[in-house]
């Protein structure tokens, strides 16, 4: 029975034989990762390994080790550099894969996932291994269709013959959860703290997913290497900010600065290398000029990149296309280096207090189940103003949850000094050396007086910093004001329209009124009602505004309270009580 490994090119590979058993397995076309488990294989000691003893799981982000976002970004870049992804056969031995591949050198870690059939994820120890493998391909047969060669650390597995052999998997599901079974899981939870921290377990990257991330962006630097020498392709955003939910875009940047830099300093010898610079007017132009170049090579020669558009004239020019092995959406944009040190930012801060990313995820999908966000660009309340939004009023607590950006801006030394296009983006970048809060408020309270803040909050005279972490009179009209924390002429939340904000600041009135009547501690409650977090996920009621004009910290009349009571009846279609717990059945 004959089987052939392939370097993936468009249209078709390069072959190579091997001899491997196969299982089918149903195609999809999102991304479902699942890890390989099986005792005694590399994903299952990874997965034991993870799991730390007497504690819950919850994800990898909240093990975040106090790192710098540099080290991080360069560990994970050189663990992909190590890694290959193989589109696999819907039948296949995992024993017999992996004991193929090792042949090429140890292999440190494993696992597979569907997009578009089914892949699977390798990393090496050594790098060597990856050039090992890659040799032992060879060309396409005569009469197959014509494909263009490109070295690559992507290959096809062929296999001519189908076995019965059956591979020992464990499902691991790495799309966001389905409305009806978060609620289910919200309805579980024991207390309103628990509901924040089981969202957040629900929708946070994956150790997997990350990988498979930070492959995607080494895989395409191997495209734009073959223009640009020494370029890196950085993923920014929420991909890597930690605050990143499951399914969420790929955002990735092309920094040139090495390759610009390539002589600088280099003096001696007696031989030159010769540059043809050709100049153009602006670095704007150029920009577009590198993009489309990318653009071109991505569309025509990368494997697995479909659906590539260039949008040049945007106020950022990029390239968007969709990466159909991984099955992420991605934007390749190019000079985005305040981009990757906001993602920093926000990397520091949510890595300070495990309350952060917990009351970011809530705040986020809050917004989101009431249709304040989209991801449709107009005049909505994008997820970084959110964002924003939390760490300002984190920062106003007392004591504060979260320094200003002017504080760790003076707790940086030389080496953190960073200046951006003429903007200061200078912050202290050791975590070790920013001191913890004192503050021990719970989750369920910072959730109710976020929305009581925010509910009350002055947005037509005040704007938001968090580089001073106080209220601002508003440089201009725009309804909602939030200062770019390094760019600090611009407001990120310009496209606000007013009545967008209006409808936050009615939704973030009727929020808090909900936290402050209810007793939401769980237990106590009966058990066919939803309470806490679920409460103010429902829709809400017809009577919203006249509800959320209620003084949030005066005694609720009865005629309000029945009000309420019929707001969540018309909102509810199935709560039911089994063996003491919350459960509920809600049209998804």
């Not at 009547?517 to 309470?531: A, I, T, V, Y």
Request: glycine share 4%; charged share 25%.
């Amino acid at each position: 029975m004959c089987r052939f490994l392939t370097m993936a090119v468009p249209g078709v590979g390069l072959l190579t034989r091997l001899h491997l058993y196969a299982q089918r397995r149903s195609r999809v076309q999102r991304p479902v990762l699942r890890l390989l488990s099986c005792p005694g294989t590399v994903a299952e000691d990874l997965r034991r390994d993870e799991q730390p003893s007497g504690s819950v799981e919850t994800g990898f982000e909240d093990k975040i080790p106090k790192k710098r976002f540099s080290e991080m970004q360069n560990e994970r870049r050189e663990q992909a550099q190590r890694t290959v992804l193989i589109h696999c056969p819907e039948k296949i031995s995992e024993k017999k894969f992996l004991k193929y591949l090792s042949q090429h050198g140890p292999i440190n870690n494993h696992f597979f996932y569907e997009s578009f059939g089914l892949y699977a994820v390798v990393e090496f120890c050594q790098k060597e291994s990856v050039r090992s493998l890659q040799n032992e391909t060879h060309a396409p047969s005569k009469g197959m269709e014509v494909a263009i060669p490109f070295r690559s650390r992507f290959f096809n597995l062929k296999l001519k013959n189908q076995t019965s052999e059956r591979s020992c998997v464990q499902m691991s599901n790495q799309l966001p959860p389905s409305s009806k079974k978060l609620f289910e899981v919200l309805c579980d939870a024991e207390s309103v703290d628990d509901q924040l921290n089981a969202l957040l377990k629900e929708f946070q990257l994956t150790e997997e997913n990350t990988k498979l991330r930070y492959l995607t962006c080494s895989l395409i630097e191997d495209i734009a290497a073959a223009y640009f020498p020494d370029c890196v392709v950085r993923p920014f955003g929420s991909s890597v900010n930690t605050f990143g939910k499951l399914g969420c875009d790929l955002d990735m940047f092309l920094d040139l600065n090495e390759t610009r830099n390539l002589s600088t300093n280099k003096t001696s010898g007696n031989f030159l290398m010769e540059f043809q610079v050709k100049n153009v007017p602006s670095e704007r132009i150029a920009t577009q000029k590198i993009l489309s170049v990318i653009g071109e090579c991505l569309d025509n020669f990368s494997p697995g990149c479909v659906g590539v558009q260039k949008i040049l004239n945007a106020r950022c020019p990029l390239v968007r296309f969709s990466h159909q092995a991984s099955g992420f959406q991605c934007d390749l944009t190019t000079n985005n280096r305040i981009a990757l040190t906001s993602s920093e930012l926000l990397y520091i801060y949510g890595a300070l207090d495990s309350r952060v990313r917990a009351l970011v995820f809530t705040v986020r999908y809050w917004a989101r189940a009431h249709s304040l966000t989209s991801s449709i660009p107009g005049a909505w309340i994008t997820n970084f103003s959110l964002t924003m939004m939390v760490i300002f009023f984190l920062q106003t607590r007392s004591p504060p949850i979260l320094p200003t950006l002017d504080c760790l801006q003076t707790l940086a030394d030389a080496e953190d000094k960073c200046i951006i296009e003429g903007n200061n983006c200078t912050f202290v970048r050791d975590l070790n050396r920013i001191k913890p809060s004192e503050n021990t408020e719970t989750l369920e309270l910072l959730l109710k007086e976020f929305f009581e803040y925010f509910g009350n909050f002055a947005f037509n005279k005040n704007s938001i910093n968090i580089r001073q972490g106080r209220e601002q009179n508003k440089p201009d009209s725009s309804p909602l004001y939030i200062q770019n924390p390094f760019e600090t002429s611009l407001n990120i939340s310009k496209n606000v329209s007013q009545s967008q904000l209006q409808k936050f600041v009615d939704l973030a009135q009727e929020s808090a009124w909900i936290l402050q009547q209810e007793d939401l501690g769980g237990p106590s409650m009966s058990g066919n009602q939803p309470w806490g977090l679920v409460a103010l996920l429902l829709p809400s009621g017809a009577n919203r505004k006249s509800l959320g004009k209620k003084k949030s910290r005066k005694p609720a009349s009865e005629k309000v309270k029945v009000l309420l009571e019929s707001i969540k009846s018309n909102r509810t279609e199935n709560f039911t009580n089994t063996n003491g717990k919350r459960n509920v059945s809600t049209q998804t």
